[in-house]
Structure formats: structure tokens, C-alpha cells
């Protein structure tokens, strides 16, 4: 079992930079933040495997950063230059198998989510 903690969330005007963490209790092959989308449950934003290799929605590619702190078993999303359209809930989630990349949802360890509100 894995579990996931997230924290971080909060409120920022249009623009503004929040990071998320996600506290785990042992890390897995492929390490993701996801939110929800319209007409899905959840979608992928950004991806991290056990080699470094990333993914990310063609929806924040240049203003997300995802990346790990294996020695503080912390994973994190650097969120910069925020749109109102990056409002949701956003779930950190992991899996011990490939693919990793931010199109596959079946994830099998997902944490309970941190809320972020982007204000126009």
C-alpha cells in the first residue's frame, strides 16, 4: 500500500504561483498530479517516473514543474502564471507499473486532494 498526502492548496489571484506536495509513504514507478476536467472524471497534468522522465497536459506545459524529493519522500508541482482555469481539486496519485504519462487515469493510489482556486 501507498499512501499519498496532499497539502498546498489555496487561493491566488490570476497569475500567482502556488506549489503543491504530495507526502507519500514509499514512491512507485510512476509519480502524477491530476484535477478534474470537463467530461472526465479526473485528467492527467503532469508526470514523473522512476527515471526523471515527465509528461504534461498541452494545457500547462511551460507553467507547471513537476518534480521529487526521494530523500523527503515529497513530491511536488511547481504552479506559475495560474489561470482561473486551473481551479479545481488536484490529486496526487501513483502506480507501480508503466505507462506513465499524463493520458492514462487508472492510476492505483490516489491521495484525497488540495483544493486550488484561481480568482480573475
Known amino acids: 500500500q501507498v499512501q ?5 492548496g489555496g487561493s491566488v489571484q ?3 504561483s502556488l506549489r503543491l ?3 507519500y ?11 478534474p476536467a470537463p467530461g472526465k472524471l479526473r485528467e492527467g497534468v503532469a508526470t514523473v517516473d522512476s527515471g526523471g522522465v515527465t509528461s ?3 494545457s500547462v506545459k511551460g507553467r507547471f514543474t513537476i518534480s ?8 511536488y508541482l511547481q504552479m506559475n502564471s ?3 482555469e486551473d481551479t479545481g481539486m488536484y490529486y496526487c496519485a501513483a502506480d507501480t507499473y508503466s505507462p506513465c504519462h499524463v493520458g492514462r487515469s487508472d492510476l492505483h493510489f490516489w491521495g484525497q486532494g488540495t483544493q486550488v ?4
Open 82 to 84: 495560474l489561470k482561473p
Open 14 to 16: 490570476a497569475g500567482g
Open 4 to 8: 499519498l498526502v496532499e497539502s498546498g
Open 68 to 75: 521529487e524529493d526521494s530523500a523527503k519522500k515529497t513530491l
Open 21 to 23: 506536495s504530495c507526502g
Open 25 to 35: 509513504t514509499s514512491s512507485r514507478y510512476c509519480m502524477s498530479w491530476a484535477r
Open 117 to 120: 482556486t484561481v480568482s480573475s
Open 56 to 58: 504534461y497536459a498541452d
